[in-house]
């Protein structure tokens, strides 16, 4: 009867140690640039294995190693909101966020901290997704390295 418990222990422990490594995982946020959204150090739980499964649609949050520019060391981990993919084209007008030419919803950001800003228009590329952070007043994203490869995104954002 031991061993039965036994194997079964290890055969739970093994199937969450899987889980962990291959599904979902807890990352702890270490900026602001998801505010309000997420604030720094909240823990989120990461699907690892949607993004393989399903793709990654634009108003998902995204988990992904930075890129190493010089600026970010290339082990920084960032989370960020997919705004658009593929083909898509992304501008900035005086602060709000224009796709394929049509304003964005977009509640979460605080327009008047960002009233003035300009940018694009950018085509996200094959296989690339443009990222955005929504307190896009002190977010490095895309704006500033340009989109990610969608083989970059570790994971989806399941919740907090």
Do not use: H
């Amino acid at each position: 009867m031991q061993r039965r418990t036994v194997a079964g222990a290890a055969l739970c422990l093994g199937g969450l140690l899987a889980l962990r490594l291959w599904v979902v995982e807890p990352i702890t946020v270490s900026s602001e640039s998801m505010e309000p959204t997420v604030a720094a150090g909240s823990i989120v739980w990461l699907n690892k294995a949607l993004p393989r499964l399903a793709g990654v649609q634009p108003g998902q949050l995204v988990v992904f190693n930075g890129p190493d520019d010089g600026e970010m060391p290339n082990e920084a981990v960032l989370l960020k909101r997919v705004v658009a993919t593929e083909g898509q084209t992304v501008a900035i007008l005086d602060g709000v966020l224009y796709v394929d030419g049509t304003e964005a919803k977009e509640p979460f950001v605080d327009q008047r901290t960002i009233d003035g800003v300009y940018f694009g228009t950018v085509t996200v590329p094959p296989g690339g997704l443009f990222v955005l952070g929504d307190n896009r007043e002190s977010s490095v994203d895309s704006r500033d390295f340009g989109p990610i490869p969608i083989t970059a995104v570790q994971g989806t954002v399941l919740g907090r």
